[in-house]
């Protein structure tokens, strides 16, 4: 599937013209010359972005690797710091279910409050679980977020990688009328296979953001995470789809957050991005250009 979908290679004239500093930063078939790269990010972030991800795509294979290998270890913000919000690295915790070592009597004797029967629902049992945080990174692959906005997706995964602990767990999934999961939910820290995989996607089909919302959902539930996140990447606009607020909703009641990162100005994706944000109880946060998206992801996620 991800292969049916794979972004379309880009020659060397092609890259030329559409972009002016190519020759500079990439003299002759194979090379990529990091330090002019990095002047004309200082320059212009925002073209450096763009130029990044265009070679990543590029028909010349080692042009092509170094610029992958590059997006791999960008420095994208600093990591967090300071005094730890999650001392240790496990806590005993009360759950409604019956994985817990040990039965939690007084939740369980509320939750059946003065019903005549038991009920499996009124279970909760006390166990350990991880202080650590799950987070998976839902991209919005559709015909409605393409070319730039993947660019976005490949610098807020780094983003996300870069901020994670040894207890933290990142997942990457993409959708648009079918999802594909590029990561499963893992301690890993590292984004070359998340990387090549989101250079290789471009935009198509249509947009099924419930489709996605529930594989996230999936992937969150093999977590024991204290905290568990989805991060969504989208225009926020469902071209084709069952209503996404109960999905968003279902997140809440499995633990989760759902935070948005807006990639449109639209006031219909504005307002989309918003009301998933509210029912899914996390922060929206418009993100317009690559260069934002380690800011965007420390507001979200603080």
Do not use: K, N, Y
Not at 24 to 48: F, W
Not at 219 to 242: F, H, I, K, M, N
């Amino acid at each position: 599937m991800i292969r049916r979908h794979a972004a379309r290679r880009a020659g060397r004239d092609e890259l030329s013209r559409a972009h002016p500093d190519f020759q500079q930063v990439s003299p002759q078939a194979g090379l990529l010359d990091e330090p002019a790269l990095r002047d004309l990010a200082t320059r212009d972030p925002e073209a450096a972005s763009r130029l990044l991800t265009a070679m990543g795509r590029a028909f010349d294979p080692g042009l092509r690797a170094a610029a992958r290998a590059l997006a791999c270890r960008l420095r994208v913000g600093a990591p967090r710091s300071g005094v730890p919000d999650r001392p240790g690295t496990r806590r005993v915790v009360t759950r409604q279910d019956d994985t817990g070592s040990d039965l939690d009597l007084d939740a369980t004797l509320a939750a059946r409050g003065a019903e005549p029967h038991w009920r499996a629902a009124h279970l909760h049992t006390r166990g350990w679980r991880s202080t650590g945080r799950a987070c998976v990174l839902l991209v919005d692959a559709s015909g409605s977020v393409a070319g730039d906005e993947l660019a976005v997706a490949v610098l807020t995964a780094s983003a996300l990688a870069q901020r994670m602990r040894p207890d933290d767990e990142l997942a990457v999934v993409a959708f648009w009328s079918h999802a594909v999961v590029l990561r499963p939910l893992s301690a890993d820290p590292r984004t070359d296979v998340v990387v090549d995989r989101l250079f290789d996607l471009r935009g198509g089909g249509t947009t099924d953001l419930d489709l996605g919302l529930r594989t996230a959902a999936a992937q969150l539930a093999r977590s024991r995470a204290a905290t568990r996140d989805v991060l969504l990447l989208s225009d926020g606009v469902p071209t084709e789809s069952p209503d996404p607020l109960p999905a968003a909703a279902a997140l809440v009641r499995a633990g989760a957050r759902l935070h948005v990162l807006s990639l449109s100005a639209e006031p219909e994706s504005e307002a989309g991005c918003a009301a998933l944000a509210a029912t899914g109880g996390g922060r929206v946060e418009a993100l317009r250009r690559a260069t934002d998206a380690p800011a965007a992801v420390r507001t979200v996620l603080g």
